[in-house]
């Protein structure tokens, strides 16, 4: 089960890290994605994490902006997003698979597609002013 949370009204260059509390998840899950999706768009990748968080991966559109962590320990899994910008406007869901896939390395090709995540929490939404 997950549940993201964090999001809220924030200003161009601002910053704001949002929450993925994630029970349920295991090792044999593998990978843990963020996923955003605005009105009239396509869902859009953003980040994935292996179990440990030793292996990440992103979206070019967030590439060095957005970062992604996890505390096992809390279950929970992070994403730090910095120098926000009106286009980073969405809805932002935390997505996890079942399949064990992108649990060491999430580097693979299909990591991105978000038909391939079994577990969807109900999003948070973020609104960035310009």
């Known amino acids: 089960q997950l549940q993201a949370s964090g999001g809220g009204l924030m200003q161009a260059g601002g910053s704001l890290t949002l929450s993925c509390a994630a029970s349920g998840l295991t090792s044999d899950s593998g990978a843990t994605a963020w996923f955003r999706q605005a009105p009239g768009k396509e869902r859009e990748f953003l980040a994935a994490?292996?179990?440990?968080?030793?292996?990440?991966i992103y979206g070019d559109s967030v590439k060095g902006r957005f970062t992604v962590s996890r505390d096992n320990a809390k279950n929970t899994v992070f994403l730090q997003m910095n120098s926000l910008k009106p286009e980073d406007t969405a809805v932002y869901y935390c997505?996890?698979?079942?399949?064990?896939?992108?649990?060491?390395?999430?580097?693979?090709?299909?990591?991105?597609?978000?038909?391939?995540?079994?577990?969807w929490g109900q999003g948070t939404q973020v609104t960035v002013s310009s």
């Open positions: 994490i292996n179990w440990s968080g030793s292996s990440t």
């Open positions: 997505a996890a698979r079942a399949d064990g896939s992108g649990e060491y390395y999430v580097g693979f090709a299909g990591i991105d597609r978000a038909s391939e995540y079994a577990y």
